[in-house]
């Protein structure tokens, strides 16, 4: 089993910036990926980003060039710095985990960018 806690949501306003951040413990793969996805009321959670191991790394069209996903070092920890938020940003932001046969997912937390 994995488990992921995820910090640092809250409120801010529209072009300012957050920084969440993800820790992972567990049995891990040590090949694995690890990324945030998002939610708003109503729709289906959506890729934010994912980074691998291997350092591969992508990003949703729409946070692109705004957000950026990096990795602690020699941690199982990731995080994700949102810069120039938007209205439309807000969202629970989830943690995940992707490994052989498994998908892991944190319980998220709320990002609020106000007008």
């Known amino acids: 089993q994995v488990q992921l806690v995820e910090s640092g949501g809250g409120l801010v306003q529209a072009g300012g910036s957050l920084r969440l951040s993800c820790a992972a413990s567990g049995t891990i793969a040590s090949m694995h990926s690890m990324g945030w996805h998002r939610q708003v009321p109503g729709k289906q959670r959506a890729l934010v980003g994912t980074?691998?191991?291997?350092?591969?790394?992508n990003y949703a069209d729409s946070v692109k060039g705004r957000f950026t996903i990096s990795r602690g070092n020699g941690a199982n920890t990731v995080y994700l710095q949102m810069n120039s938020l938007k209205v439309e940003d807000t969202a629970v932001y989830y943690c995940?985990?992707?490994?052989?046969?498994?998908?892991?997912w944190g319980q998220g937390t709320q990002v609020t960018v106000s007008s």
């Open positions: 980074i691998s191991t291997a350092g591969y790394i």
């Open positions: 995940t985990l992707g490994q052989p046969g498994n998908v892991y």
